[in-house]
C-alpha cells in the first residue's frame, strides 16, 4: 500500500485507511522518509519521535485489522509546536536556554489527539516565547519558507515550523498556537488554512504560556475541511467566555453549505488597505468578488477602533503578561536568549501594574461596544497578512506583521486564514475571516464555499 501524494487532504487519508488502500505504518514512514530527505535544509521540526511514530503505526493498523479503531483519525499523523508539552520531552518554546528542559505533564491537546489514536511524528520550530510574527529564530534558526527555496523569505511566526512542515509536505496536518496571529500568520505565508479560536475552545493547559489573556492553539492544515475535523478533535465541550462579553454557545455540528445566501460579510474599511501591497488587495477584492458570486451581501461596515490602536493594545498585555513568565531569563545577561525577541519581552518590565489593568479593563469596555457593531454581519473579511512573504533581508524586527491579525485576539473572535490569491512569481497571498467570538463553526462554513469555489488551497510548492 502506498501514499499516492505527499499532499493529500487529511480527508483523504482518512478515507483511504477506512478502506485499506494506506496503512498507518505506511503513511507515517512516508512522512518519516520525507523529513530525514528534507528538514536538514528547510529545518521545520526541533524533534522527530520515530521509533515511538513506528510502533504507534503498526498498534493502529491492528486496531483497526481488529474493527478497533478509535475513530476515523487513527493513525493519521500530525505535528506539534514546541510550545506544546510532552511529559518527560524536552519542550524549549524557541529558546536555547531551554535546551535540557523536560516536561513534567503532558498538555491536554496531546492527550485529545492520543485518545482519538493520532501518531505525534515530532516537535516544530517556534520563534522564541512564540513572541514574533516573521517567523525568525536566531539561536535555534528559522525554517525556510518551502515557496521559494532560492531566496530565503519569512515563514510567518510563531508557529513557523508547524506551517513549513505541512506546506512542505512532512506533515498532514499540525499544531500551532496564536497570541496576535501565530497560527494565521505562517498559514498567510506558507499557502495553508489556520484557524485562530476563541479563548476556552481548545484547552492551553501544559501549553508554555504568552499571554493568559489571549494565547489560544489552532489547527493548521490544507483546507478548511481539515481544520474543522482537527477543531472538533480538540475542542472543548464547553467553552467559557472569561468576560461574559458574548454568551459562549455550545459547539454545534457543522452545516455545510453550498452558497451564502444570506451573510452579510463585511469588507475592510477604506482607511485600513493602505498598509497593504497592491497585489495583497488585488488578490483580496478578487476573493471579495468570490463570495459575493456564492451570494454574500458585502457590507461596508463602521468600525469604533483600528487595527493600529487595537494591535498596540494587544501588544501591551502580550508583553506584561510574557515578561512576567519568563522574567528570571529575561533579566539574566549571560542567557542565549535570541536578540530580537529579548526587547519586545523587556517592554514589559516597564508596564505598570496600573497600566496592565486598566487595559484590560479597556479591553472589556472596547469589546462590548464592537460586539454591538459586529452582531450587525456575519464575518469581516481582510488580508490576513498586508505582503507576500519578504526576503529576511527585508525584515524589520522592530516591526510587526501581525496588523491584521491581532484584532481578533484583542477582541477574542474567531478568526480564518486560507489561501487567497499568488503574487505573478507565485508566493501565496491570504484572506482572513474574522467571525463573532464563538463563531468558529460560521466562519468554516463561509471558507468551504470559499474553497469550492477557487483552487489556491491546491497548490503546493515545488519540491526542489
Request: hydrophobic share 40%; charged share 20%; glycine share 10%.
Amino acid at each position: 500500500m502506498s501514499l499516492s501524494s505527499s499532499f493529500m487532504t487529511v480527508k483523504e487519508i482518512s478515507a483511504g485507511l477506512d478502506a485499506g488502500s494506506i496503512s498507518s505504518a505506511t503513511l507515517v514512514e512516508h512522512y518519516l522518509q520525507r523529513i530525514a530527505d528534507r528538514d536538514s535544509r528547510l529545518h521545520a521540526f526541533v524533534d522527530t519521535y520515530a521509533h515511538e511514530a513506528r510502533q504507534a503505526a503498526r498498534s493502529a493498523d491492528l486496531a483497526r485489522d481488529a474493527g478497533c479503531a478509535l475513530g476515523p483519525l487513527h493513525g493519521i499523523p500530525i505535528a506539534i509546536k514546541d510550545l506544546v508539552e510532552i511529559q518527560g520531552r524536552i519542550t524549549m518554546g524557541g529558546c536555547a536556554a531551554n535546551r535540557e528542559r523536560r516536561s513534567a505533564v503532558t498538555a491536554t491537546i496531546v492527550q485529545r489527539l492520543r485518545q482519538q489514536g493520532m501518531i505525534i511524528l515530532g516537535k516544530t520550530h517556534t520563534v522564541e516565547f512564540a513572541t514574533g510574527g516573521w517567523g525568525t529564530n536566531t539561536r535555534l534558526g528559522t525554517p525556510l519558507n518551502p515557496w521559494d527555496l532560492d531566496v530565503p523569505r519569512t515563514p510567518g511566526g510563531s508557529s513557523s515550523g508547524s506551517g513549513v512542515a505541512v506546506a512542505a509536505g512532512l506533515a498532514p496536518w499540525a499544531i500551532g498556537t496564536d497570541t496576535g496571529g501565530s497560527v494565521r500568520l505562517p498559514a498567510s505565508w506558507c499557502n495553508l488554512t489556520g484557524l485562530k479560536v476563541s479563548t476556552g475552545r481548545i484547552s492551553t493547559h501544559g501549553v508554555m504560556p504568552l499571554s493568559t489573556t489571549l494565547d489560544t492553539p489552532g489547527p493548521m492544515t490544507r483546507t478548511v475541511g481539515d481544520a474543522r475535523l482537527l477543531y472538533h478533535a480538540l475542542r472543548e465541550p464547553e467553552a467559557v467566555d472569561a468576560h461574559g462579553a458574548w454568551p459562549a454557545q455550545r459547539a454545534g455540528q457543522a452545516r455545510p453549505r453550498t452558497g451564502l445566501a444570506g451573510l452579510r460579510l463585511a469588507r475592510l474599511p477604506e482607511n485600513e488597505r493602505a498598509v497593504a501591497t497592491p497585489e495583497v488587495l488585488a488578490a483580496y477584492d478578487a476573493s471579495l468578488e468570490v463570495l459575493r458570486a456564492a451570494g454574500a451581501d458585502i457590507v461596508d461596515i463602521a468600525l469604533p477602533y483600528g487595527f493600529a490602536e487595537v494591535a498596540e493594545l494587544n501588544s501591551l498585555i502580550m508583553n506584561a503578561e510574557g515578561y512576567s513568565f519568563y522574567a528570571q531569563l529575561l533579566d539574566d545577561a549571560s542567557q542565549p536568549l535570541d536578540e530580537d525577541v529579548r526587547p519586545r519581552l523587556l517592554k514589559g518590565r516597564e508596564v505598570r501594574a496600573a497600566d496592565y489593568l486598566n487595559a484590560l479593563r479597556r479591553r472589556q469596555a472596547m469589546q462590548r461596544e464592537l460586539y454591538a457593531i459586529f452582531g450587525q454581519v456575519d464575518a469581516l473579511l481582510t488580508p490576513t497578512t498586508a505582503t507576500a512573504p519578504l526576503p529576511l533581508t527585508e525584515v524589520d524586527q522592530a516591526a510587526t506583521p501581525a496588523y491584521y491579525t491581532r484584532f481578533a485576539n484583542f477582541f477574542n473572535l474567531a478568526a480564518l486564514a486560507l489561501p487567497g490569491g499568488a503574487t505573478p512569481s507565485g508566493l501565496p497571498i491570504s484572506l482572513q475571516i474574522i467571525g463573532c467570538p464563538y463563531g468558529e463553526e460560521e466562519i468554516l462554513d463561509i471558507g468551504e464555499v470559499y474553497q469550492a469555489r477557487t483552487q489556491w488551497h491546491l497548490r503546493t510548492p515545488a519540491e526542489g
